[in-house]
């Protein structure tokens, strides 16, 4: 994941970055799905703020380079001082968005960045939704008028890919339905 984001940046896309997912979804329609699950593991379990704005990966990953090559925050301890007392800070790009900005695991990578939560361009989404948002992505043309079927092919989803438990029901405008939209306006 990492050999697309400059160092010192750590910043996972595949948790983060809806347009990056959206060009993804192309590349995994054309695969077999053991090869498409370990991406998708990446996204992780918990809840995430989305970055669902027009800045690509690369211009995101040099803005903040940017914020912080013109502070003189060159290194490893130059960023860790800046960031003192805190564990996190937030900067704002471009395009009004918030970044949280917080010490990275990795020594080379030491600047972690994510989207800031209810920052302009940002979604909360839970992963388990993400990640059955794209299965259906990849394996279904599209959701059906009927609320009955659309929750039958989202539970076989779920279910057969996912390992995960079916839902109940589905909602015009929220959870799955809403983030399936989303994906689908601008696929």
């Not at 059906?144 to 092919?153: G, K, L, R």
């Not at 839902?167 to 405008?173: A, N």
């Amino acid at each position: 994941m990492n050999e697309k984001i400059p160092v010192p940046i750590t910043f996972n896309i595949h948790k983060h970055h809806f347009r990056f997912l959206l060009q993804r979804i192309g590349v995994w329609k054309t695969l077999e799905w053991e090869n498409v699950e370990p991406e998708l593991l990446l996204i992780g379990e918990n809840l995430l703020d989305f970055y669902t704005g027009d800045l690509t990966v690369d211009e995101i990953c040099n803005q903040c380079i940017h914020f912080f090559r013109i502070r003189n925050i060159s290194n490893r301890d130059s960023f860790l001082n800046w960031l003192h007392p805190y564990e996190y800070r937030k900067i704002k790009l471009d395009d009004t968005s918030e970044w949280v900005v917080k010490e990275g695991n990795d020594s080379e990578r030491y600047i972690h960045i994510h989207p800031a939560k209810n920052s302009p361009h940002t979604i909360r989404v839970r992963a388990a939704t993400l990640k059955t948002v794209i299965t259906l992505m990849i394996n279904t043309a599209e959701i059906s008028a009927q609320m009955t079927e659309n929750v039958i092919t989202v539970n076989q989803i779920r279910t057969r890919y996912l390992q995960l438990s079916p839902v109940k029901s589905l909602q015009r405008g929220k959870g799955i339905l809403q983030l399936w939209e989303l994906f689908v306006v601008n696929y």
